[in-house]
């Protein structure tokens, strides 16, 4: 063999095995993107899964949340109702109490007395048409506010003293002459009408 022929072989050998490591280069090439496009696509498949799982528990979560918000709002209305019940039911009961004891002290210490029969009848439906006005108040002011009602309350009791004072008056009038009795019962008309408007006033508080 001579010297050309053996470098031709050597040549073909070394060709033959730089082929050898081209084609096992692109082989290991070709399974590592196979092998990353693979890890991609679980990648992609436990992305899915991990956003179907959370939209599930949020829609799980919005559904209690919202339940026991129902829950919630519908245990703050009955309450709510349940003490309007209450406050309503003590401020009537107040109320009945209070034009009891009004009767009963109107019928002990608002007697009119007087000889003269007619002036005495006149006189005690002026007093007890001011006396109803103010039970009227005294009732409406059981639902107002605790200040509200001791100012309402304060006012009238200064009216149950002039009204005392109009009472007494009865006793001592001259009724031997029809003008003092005429000029006795307009003075007593025009106090019971100042003291009914400082009731409306004391009621429009209210």
């Known amino acids: 063999m001579s010297r050309i022929q053996r470098v031709f072989i050597v040549v073909a050998m070394l060709g033959g095995t730089a082929a050898a490591c081209n084609r096992t280069a692109a082989d290991e090439q070709q399974k590592a993107a196979e092998a990353q496009q693979e890890a991609n696509q679980d990648i992609n498949e436990a992305n899915r899964k991990a956003a179907e799982q959370t939209a599930e528990v949020r829609?799980?979560?919005?559904e209690n949340t919202a339940e026991a918000r129902k829950d919630y709002d519908k245990a703050v209305v009955e309450g709510q109702q349940k003490i309007t019940e209450a406050q309503e039911q003590a401020r009537k009961e107040a109320a009945e109490a209070q034009a009891n004891a009004n009767e009963k002290i109107r019928a002990a210490n608002r007697e009119i007395r007087s000889e003269n029969v007619e002036l005495r009848d006149w006189g005690q439906k002026k007093i007890d048409s001011l006396n109803n006005k103010m039970d009227d108040t005294r009732a409406k002011a059981q639902a107002a506010k605790s200040e509200v009602r001791a100012e309402v309350e304060a006012?009238?009791?200064?009216?149950?003293?002039?009204?005392?004072?109009?009472?007494?008056?009865?006793?001592a009038v001259d009724t031997h002459t029809e003008k003092a009795v005429d000029n006795f019962k307009e003075n007593v008309d025009k106090r019971i009408d100042q003291l009914k408007d400082r009731v409306d006033t004391l009621s429009k508080r209210l």
């Open 59 to 62: 829609k799980d979560m919005q």
């Open 155 to 171: 006012g009238l009791k200064d009216v149950e003293v002039k009204r005392d004072a109009i009472v007494q008056d009865f006793s």
